[in-house]
């Protein structure tokens, strides 16, 4: 851990200690800060306005799903929301984290406080299927009006589930259930390498690769 994260991480559990979950530096030196999605928009708005922090602009919201993350099964929420934030005052970068729970996937949407979070938080509803409460148009952005299912969920179907043509007869275009056969060839593969160090530092070497 460097002075510079050791300083922010400090600085941020004196702040926030009764808010956050978690406040640690990742193996890639990344400060990372969990919180509950009931302290969300007070930790990020005074994220945002507290001169000591100063994190002035949102760069990315994207989602997670854990479903079959890592060798062994997953303990906890399914899904999470992930906050990239940059202070240009004082050169420092901060990852917000939001764990969410399959049942009921709804998070408190920061459009308020960051506007270009707008269409990231489209993107993490139509790939993930996470709800962002009080999101001023909460539409889908990168998949069709008429698609089904969030295809970056890792139960969702290589196939997908419909596919579309155009009836000549009807005279525009429609959508029917998927008509090829399911085929999955694709192997499922745990790197272990120098992008995921373990506390100490050492780096291993192996690659695994699981098919099923």
């Not at 270009?116 to 952005?141: K, Q, T, V």
Request: hydrophobic share 35%.
């Amino acid at each position: 851990m460097t002075d510079v994260n050791q300083m922010l991480v400090s600085r941020l559990t004196q702040r926030f200690q009764n808010l956050m979950q978690e406040c640690t530096v990742s193996a890639t030196r990344e400060t990372r800060v969990t919180v509950g999605k009931d302290w969300l928009i007070e930790l990020c708005r005074s994220l945002r306005d507290d001169p000591e922090f100063s994190f002035e602009q949102l760069i990315d919201v994207c989602g997670v799903d854990y479903s079959t993350y890592g060798a062994s099964a997953w303990q906890g929420p399914r899904f999470a929301v992930v906050y990239h934030l940059i202070s240009y005052r004082h050169n420092q970068r901060l990852r917000v984290k939001v764990l969410v729970d399959e049942r009921e996937p709804i998070v408190p949407s920061v459009v308020d406080i960051w506007a270009s979070a707008n269409w990231y938080e489209r993107e993490a509803y139509d790939l993930f299927g996470i709800l962002f409460d009080g999101h001023p148009d909460l539409r889908r952005l990168l998949t069709d009006y008429g698609f089904i299912g969030h295809p970056f969920r890792k139960d969702f179907p290589l196939i997908g589930n419909v596919e579309m043509r155009y009836d000549p007869e009807k005279q525009r275009v429609v959508y029917e259930p998927v008509s090829i056969e399911p085929r999955i060839t694709v192997p499922r593969i745990i790197r272990h390498d120098n992008r995921y160090l373990d506390p100490a530092g050492a780096t291993a070497k192996s690659t695994e690769v699981k098919r099923g």
